[in-house]
């Protein structure tokens, strides 16, 4: 009897944990990713899925193809299995003409990455009730990496009933591993010369799809490479010769030229790397697609453009030439990163580290330009510079404080021109430092409703280094006001720096996912507006005054005689927001947000 029931209770939980992936337009009945280094040197990646389609967008739209990215000058795809079941139990084999080579997309228009292939695999006989399995290995040569290394989210688009990940390596070498946000240790076993490491993962729920999730780095995470040292991966990059920074005859006339130009240390450096980030084409080749391999910047330049990486070494070349003292850089997220474990999976960002005279040390893009040094607001990141045969040491860059603080004095006359002049504060991440050295007058659109004055003169630079900035501008906007029928309507305006800039407009009711801004940031306006005689404020909501774990708002509309002090407060005063705490996020935005805080209400009394 006792057996009976054990057998049914099995039954009861089998089914409630089908019932919970109804609703989903597929289901991942078993995923297995095996890694092996072999004693050679080479290294396997065999890929196993069975996916179980539910509804139509699954095969429309979803999961109709499977795309294997690789570079056949060194790696090597091997189709194990490809068959679907459809819902009536027939196999259907995937058909030869269904796996087709592709130019991956992001190798588009690139003559260097040509090479690169896209292997896709077009799934056939889908349907409601089929279940597709692909079974395939990508085998790659030694040297490819320099170590057999992985960065797994324990996660996927669909829920996934099961899934395993298997790491094999000889038994002499020793594996690093770390699994983040999940106690999950693995089962080790040793197997003739092997080591056999073994996570098993069951009821996975669906990733979310909420936006604002920055790098997820609250999902469950699987880390592990065989490289014990952070410093020996860098290292292993660095030796090849595009590290030596060697600038040619070519680079070195073109950086002479642009400095003899410029005549000024931040504009020559702001040269460089405008021409570098958008002048020369960027190819959105990720540096593990070709196994790290970077060309010398002088081909880098002959051919007029590269990826992420090579576009780095490029930029820190030229800026050397210039005088300036550069190397490239990778970042990677500070909780990811381990001393003790060379993953270079982990780092996703490739930048240029240059010293100034004037300002110090800066960060910047080699694919993009920015308004202000990239190690503001990139706080919690590891930096491991890419110098060559050195003792290279990881810098971690530290949240700073992101402020804002405007305050100003304003007019509105009877013909609805706002005009006075405002003094604005800016620190951190909010300080558009490097516009202000390239070109102080494209500060006029930092800040909403293009009320800065269209005279050249209109902005005014008082002090400005890396950290903070303080500008004073002239106001001038004709026709401030919106009708709306017996009411005026006054936006009040706000820089784009700061929240304004994030576009958020409303959030949802509920929360899954950390929601994760892009800085802290606080945020202080205010200013006395003067108003022309016969003109009221008739906004309904003049105050409010909330703080919780999250931040806090403070508003207030004051009117007295003819004028309105306004002030308006927010502080938000961390980047990871936890599901816990989302509502209290929520509360604050919603009232910074409130039209009756970002809108005066004016009725102009009746003659």
């Not at 790290?292 to 820190?316: C, D, F, H, I, M």
């Not at 016969?534 to 005054?545: A, H, P």
């Amino acid at each position: 009897m006792k057996k009976i029931f054990l057998i049914l209770l099995a039954g009861w939980f089998a089914t409630a944990a089908s019932a919970q992936y109804n609703d989903a337009d597929a289901v991942y009945g078993k995923i297995t990713k095996t890694f092996t280094l072999n004693d050679d040197g080479s290294t396997s990646a065999r890929y196993y899925k069975q996916l179980r389609l539910q509804s139509h967008l699954s095969f429309n739209r979803l999961y109709g193809e499977t795309f294997i990215i690789y570079d056949p000058a060194s790696q090597h795809v091997t189709i194990n299995e490809a068959y679907t079941i459809m819902a009536d139990g027939k196999r259907v084999e995937t058909p030869e003409n269904a796996v087709n080579e592709v130019l991956p997309r992001g190798a588009a228009h690139s003559a260097t990455f040509n090479n690169l292939r896209e292997l896709v695999v077009t799934h056939t006989a889908t349907e409601i009730g089929a279940t597709l399995y692909l079974d395939y290995t990508v085998t790659s040569q030694k040297d490819f990496l320099p170590a057999l290394m992985g960065n797994e989210i324990i996660q996927e688009s669909s829920p996934v009933e099961e899934m395993q990940i298997i790491v094999k390596v000889p038994s002499a070498v020793e594996l690093q591993h770390r699994m983040m946000n999940l106690r999950t240790a693995p089962e080790m076993v040793v197997q003739g010369n092997q080591k056999i490491y073994t996570w098993t993962f069951k009821g996975i729920a669906a990733g979310t799809q909420d936006y604002f999730q920055g790098a997820q780095l609250s999902v469950p995470r699987l880390l592990f490479s065989t490289s014990p040292k952070a410093g020996a991966a860098i290292d292993w990059i660095t030796r090849q010769p595009a590290f030596d920074y060697h600038a040619t005859d070519a680079l070195r006339k073109y950086a002479a030229t642009v400095k003899s130009e410029s005549q000024d240390e931040m504009k020559t450096l702001l040269a460089l790397q405008k021409m570098v980030a958008t002048e020369m084409a960027y190819d959105r080749v990720p540096p593990q697609w070709n196994g790290y391999q970077v060309r010398t910047p002088a081909k880098v330049w002959q051919s007029n453009g590269g990826n992420q990486l090579e576009k780095a070494v490029l930029l820190a070349t030229l800026l050397s030439a210039a005088d300036f003292h550069a190397v490239a850089v990778m970042a990677a997220p500070e909780k990811l990163f381990d001393k003790n474990m060379g993953d270079l999976l982990i780092f996703d960002e490739t930048f240029v580290k240059v010293n100034t005279k004037n300002f110090g040390t800066l960060y910047l893009s080699a694919t993009s330009t920015s308004d202000q040094s990239l190690d503001y607001g990139l706080g919690s990141q590891v930096i491991m510079p890419l110098y060559k045969n050195a003792d290279i040491s990881p810098i971690t860059l530290s949240e700073g404080k992101n402020e804002i603080d405007v305050k100003g004095n304003l007019t509105l006359t009877n013909d609805q021109t706002l005009s006075g002049e405002m003094t604005i504060k800016v620190q951190g991440k909010t300080n558009p430092f490097l516009l202000l050295q390239n070109d102080a007058t494209k500060f006029k659109s930092q800040l909403t409703q293009n009320m800065i004055s269209k005279a050249d003169d209109a902005v005014k630079v008082v002090n400005s280094n890396a950290e903070k900035s303080e500008i004073v501008v002239q106001i001038n906007k004709e026709k401030a006001l919106q009708d709306a029928g017996k009411i005026t309507e006054l936006e009040l305006p706000q820089m784009t720096s700061g929240f304004g800039g994030w576009h958020i407009s409303f959030l949802n009711s509920q929360r899954d996912a950390d929601f994760v801004l892009p800085f802290p940031i606080s945020e202080s306006y205010n200013y006395t507006i003067t108003l022309p005689d016969g003109y009221e404020l008739v906004t309904m909501k003049q105050r409010v005054d909330l703080k919780n774990e999250a931040g806090a708002v403070k508003i207030e509309l004051s009117p007295k005689d003819n004028q309105i002090i306004v002030s308006r407060e927010l502080r938000l005063d961390k980047s990871v927001i936890a599901p816990a705490e989302y509502p209290a996020l929520r509360a604050v935005v919603n009232e910074w947000l409130d039209t009756n805080y970002t809108t005066l209400l004016l009725r102009k009394a009746v003659d």
